[in-house]
């Protein structure tokens, strides 16, 4: 079989539309480096340059980072059932003969949906895509799962489901869900925790209503949600069937609105970050769960203006626990987009060391495996940047690469591998609709 009819095969049984060197070309020679792939949250309100685009929107883009950061587009699945707002993976083993999984929630009246697709890292190399196995719809009406996380052992994916709309105040739907994943990646629901309100109210405007927006499973199979609408962290624990139970309720700042956290890679030391709070917040994570704060620092500029005008959208942590980056999303006048840089003490206090102008609304962050490289995307131009990270300081500098995401660019999965793919001829960059 041609690597063509390959392809077209791939597409078939995804049932999707699938564009061969992303949006707007790339490259012809011979491709190196890392798959990442980028979702999207599609545009919010307070992102007034941000233009809504339905086809460009409901799609997931793959692109290639070498080992010197530099980005190469590579593919596109289109006509998904919503913006692919986040990713989960989970890297099969082969002692177990389990697949390799990617998770896709997608929020939305229209949608709150998951689908799960399956690849091989031998496909990857060879242009074929992750190939959709199954789309699960959620039965909680305007559920919204927004975040997804996979248990230490591979069998349970955790999802937060934010409901909606902001500024709403009724609860029903928040919630936080578990799924069990079966050797080839199909899910099937276990436990379902409502979040029940009322919000915090610090913030009309989003903290009406309950809204989890992250469940970030730990070690000692702990999970930390942080659900920015009543600004409470709950801990829970994960039996190994999947089900859940409550250890933990940990109050932040009025109106700080946690969105999303991160664990030190070595400590019992959780990272908060405040979306409307606009800083992060470190905890020692004690006995049962429970959170002790340490520290608290500002994302923001010190030339920002200290009103309401920036949010923070997501965090990431290096891999020897040492530094930490934030993104800082402008909407109103004199505020400026940046990624936040801070040295991690070794109690987990904070230290601003930099600050780094970024694309426009930077609502998508992470780190590749390795450390060196930090992605960043724009909600307001689908731009993905990367910059180069100082392995000794943490400081960022641009790497001067940039490729085009979807629409509403926000989220990132790592695939892998960091292996050479095969050369792909200007002949066989065809789109191939289903």
């Known amino acids: 079989m041609s690597r063509l009819r390959a ?64 980005l190469q587009s590579w593919a596109e699945v289109r006509d998904l059932p919503g913006f692919s707002a986040w990713f989960a993976v989970r890297h099969g083993k082969a002692e177990s003969n389990a697949s390799h999984c990617l998770f896709v929630t997608y929020p939305g009246p229209n949608a709150s949906s998951i689908d799960s697709f399956t690849w091989k890292h031998e496909d990857l190399s060879k242009e074929a895509l992750p190939v959709k196995v199954q789309n699960l719809v959620l039965k909680e009406k305007g559920a919204n799962p927004v975040f997804g996380d996979v248990s230490e052992d591979g069998n349970t994916l955790v999802v937060a489901n934010y409901h909606g709309p902001d500024d709403g105040t009724v609860s029903k739907g928040a919630s936080v869900q578990t799924f069990s ?60 069937s999947g089900n859940l139970t409550e250890l ?28 409307m709070g606009g800083a992060v917040a470190s905890y020692a994570i004690g006995q049962n769960g429970t959170l002790k704060q340490i520290s608290s620092a500002s994302t923001l500029p ?15 942590i290096t891999p020897n626990g040492r530094h930490l980056y934030a993104s800082n999303r402008a909407f109103a006048a004199n505020f400026t987009d940046t990624i936040a840089v801070f040295d991690i003490s070794p ?30 995307a724009s909600q307001t131009n689908s731009e993905v940047a990367s910059f ?15 490729k085009n995401g979807p629409c509403g660019a926000a989220a990132f999965a790592i695939l892998g591998p960091k292996e050479k793919a095969e050369h792909l001829k200007k002949h066989e960059l065809t789109k191939v609709i289903v």
């Open 7 to 70: 392809i077209v095969a791939v597409a078939a049984s995804a049932s999707i539309t699938l564009l061969l060197q992303g949006c707007g070309g790339g490259s012809s020679g011979e491709i190196h480096g890392t798959v990442v792939v980028v979702g999207s949250g599609g545009c919010d309100g307070q992102d007034k340059h941000c233009k809504d685009n339905a086809a460009n929107e409901t799609m997931m883009t793959f692109l290639r980072v070498n080992k010197a950061g530099k």
């Open 181 to 240: 994943i079966s050797s080839d990646c199909h899910l099937a629901p276990v436990d379902l925790v409502p979040h029940k309100g009322p919000g915090s109210g610090a913030v009309p405007s989003r903290q009406g209503a309950a809204h989890p927006h992250s469940a970030v499973v730990g070690r000692n199979n702990q999970v930390f949600v942080c659900d920015l609408g009543m600004d409470l962290i709950f801990t829970y624990s994960l039996s190994a």
């Open 248 to 275: 933990a309720r940990t109050p932040t700042a009025k109106g700080f609105g946690p969105r999303h956290s991160v664990l030190h890679p070595e400590k019992d030391i959780l990272f908060v970050i405040g979306e």
């Open 302 to 316: 010190e030339s920002d203006p200290k009103t309401y005008g920036s949010k923070a959208a997501e965090i990431a």
């Open 347 to 376: 109690k987990g206090e904070l230290t601003s060391t930099q600050q780094v102008k970024c694309p426009a609304y930077p609502r998508g962050m992470t780190l590749m495996p390795n450390g060196k490289h930090l992605l960043v």
């Open 388 to 402: 180069e990270v100082n392995q000794t300081t943490g400081k960022l500098k641009p790497t001067n690469s940039s």
